[in-house]
């Protein structure tokens, strides 16, 4: 089975970003917010697709930009706006359905654009069985949705977003095996960065803005 560390290092995962929110904050859908000119979604694609092996975007709503012609796009299992567990469920179905023999389903969220080029591998490296989950961490913080999730905890997930009130993906990773794997910050010309800078407002677009302008004058 081609699962992981122990069987297949060089193993790439399934992927799907998560956009299926409703980006109340920011006012406007974050996949197609500009950043220096390209938006987050064109960024995260480029940062993804040497580290996985498919990628699929969630979507509940017009993304208010073009999407790639060849982008599969699945919209929640669960519709009503579950929140980011409805979209991992997605993620979990649509790999159970495209990729029957991957273990795990790897998201990414779409408002992260500086993650790192490493965290499939390194999450993929850290799984020891197809049961267990591997989540991203950096300056002691969880990053819950840049996750490596067993395919087979789908009906577990499922029934616990019908019965659960507060939905909260933290509670539903502490409810199963998993493993933490702690990334640096980024050492950049400009700075320590931190890779799992996230975007929900517009002052953090800018902030994000700011970051891309000292790192692209830094490299002049
Ligand atoms: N599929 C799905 N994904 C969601 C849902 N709500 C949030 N997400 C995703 O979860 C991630 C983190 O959510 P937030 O940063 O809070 O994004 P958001 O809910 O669109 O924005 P706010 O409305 O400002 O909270 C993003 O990648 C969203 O796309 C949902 O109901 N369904
Ligand atoms: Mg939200």
């Known amino acids: ?31 197609g917010l500009l950043l ?35 982008l599969v796009v699945v919209a929640d299992t669960m519709p009503g706006f579950f929140g980011p567990l409805a979209g991992i469920l997605t993620a979990m179905r649509h790999a159970g359905r495209t990729a029957p023999a991957a273990s795990h389903v790897l998201t990414v969220p779409t408002d992260t654009p500086f993650f790192p080029d490493n ?6 490296d850290a799984v020891t069985s197809g049961e267990e989950i591997a989540v991203a961490w950096s300056d002691g913080k969880m990053h819950p949705l840049f996750a490596l999730w067993p395919v087979a905890l789908a009906d577990d997930l ?9 939905l909260r993906v933290r509670a539903f990773i502490a409810r199963h095996r998993s493993t933490a794997v ?7 010309k400009a700075g320590p960065l931190d890779p799992f800078f996230n975007i929900n407002t517009p002052e953090q677009l800018r902030q994000a803005e700011e970051w891309l302008k000292r790192l692209e004058d830094h490299s002049r």
């Open 36 to 70: 220096r000119g390209r938006t987050m979604l064109d960024r995260i694609i480029e940062r993804l697709e040497p580290q996985v092996e498919s990628i699929a975007l969630n979507l509940n709503a017009d993304p208010g930009v073009a999407l790639p012609p060849n």
């Open 119 to 124: 965290v499939a591998s390194r999450l993929v």
């Open 1 to 31: 089975m081609p699962t992981a560390r122990g069987t297949d290092r060089q193993w790439r995962p399934p992927a799907v970003i998560l956009a299926g929110g409703r980006s109340s904050r920011m006012g406007s859908p974050k996949a």
């Open 158 to 166: 499922e029934a616990w977003i019908r019965t659960d009130e507060k």
């Open 182 to 188: 702690d990334f640096p910050l980024s050492a950049t």
